[in-house]
């Protein structure tokens, strides 16, 4: 795999995938840059990043049919992340439908292939969180969004047996990813940057009641995992490169909203208040109360380093917040 080579980025101008552009652009690695070309100068995230040649999604694949680009790989960052999305032709569309139209042509190019699946697909964790492609029939996705991304992790397993595969190949199923450069996402941001926002605006964050038993208040647990720690573990995928498979990609911890919002009150300098409110009805019933990514799968492809702490990661993260804040 040629170095000078550029990387295809899908999803460039957004959360991930801007900050894999970033690594891209510290390592002195060129890129082709795919997302609708307005993100790219609307968003003060990526202010400073060179994304290169810019491909709008819409026209991606009419334009490598007439470019022919020489791929050093593709990193399909791009989908439709809304949890609360219920349109199910539209997540087929973008989200299962567009990763099988990026898989096909590198089989027929032989470009290795990483891309997005996530830990939604795990739907309540009854099935638990390893990440065993022999069990993935049995995952039931709270979500229409979740059950998008299994279909194409289950499809990519069934076109391997086939024969029809990329070079190499791998998914990570992304848990709760948070970091810089994702305001944009608005509500499906992490409570990072929410409890920053409410910190700064009156003191005081609101968290979510617990509506189960057996569960206090701001003691629903997450597997939170920084955005640099996902950006290492990409460039490992494609540079090691790992042939085949799909991973979970969480820091291996499962930690409490209140453990994640008193890093933020303490990187921000200021007391803890906190509030609970109820859970939405609407998505009450779909509400995960517990995940936390089985990661020696991962490991045993010799991925080694370890993940940022939850306090460290947070700190981080504030402190380029406070930079931009006005």
């Known amino acids: 795999m040629s170095s000078h080579l550029p990387i295809l980025v899908t999803g460039a101008a957004g959360f991930i995938g801007a900050r894999y552009v970033e690594h891209c652009n510290q390592k002195k690695i060129p890129v082709i840059s795919v997302d609708y070309p307005a993100y790219f ?50 997540l087929k569309k973008v989200n299962t439908e567009y990763s099988q139209t990026l898989w096909n042509y590198c089989t027929r190019q032989k470009v290795p292939y990483v891309y997005a699946s996530s830990a939604a697909t795990y739907g309540g964790g009854e099935q638990g969180y390893a990440d065993d492609e022999s069990c993935m029939s049995e995952l039931k996705p709270l979500n229409p969004y979740g059950n998008s991304k299994l279909q194409f992790d289950l499809w990519a397993v069934e076109q391997e047996k086939k024969g029809h595969k990329p070079p190499a190949w791998s998914g990570f199923k992304f848990f709760n990813v948070y970091g810089f450069g994702e305001r944009h996402k608005n509500k499906m941001a992490s409570v990072v940057v929410h409890a920053f926002d409410q910190i700064r605006a009156k003191g005081s964050v609101r968290l979510f009641k617990s509506h189960k038993a057996g569960i206090a208040d701001g003691h629903q647990q997450r597997d939170f995992v920084y955005v640099q720690d996902v950006v290492q573990v990409l460039d490992f995928a494609l540079t090691k490169p790992i042939q085949r498979g799909i991973y979970n990609l969480g820091s291996g911890q499962a930690r409490t909203f209140l453990d994640l919002v008193r890093a933020t009150f303490k990187a921000v300098g200021q007391p803890e208040k906190i509030e609970f409110i109820d859970t939405p009805v609407e998505i009450r019933d779909r509400y995960q109360y517990f995940t936390e990514a089985e990661m020696q799968k991962l490991r045993t492809q010799g991925y080694m380093a370890p993940f940022t702490p939850l306090e460290k990661g947070v700190a981080e993260y504030i402190q380029k917040l406070v930079k931009l804040a006005p």
């Open 41 to 90: 100068s609307e968003r003060a995230e990526h202010k400073g990043l060179d994304f290169g040649k810019i491909v709008d999604c819409e026209k991606l694949f009419d334009w490598l049919e007439k470019e022919k680009p020489a791929l050093r790989g593709i990193v399909h960052m791009g989908a439709c992340s809304d949890t609360t999305e219920l349109n199910e032709a539209f």
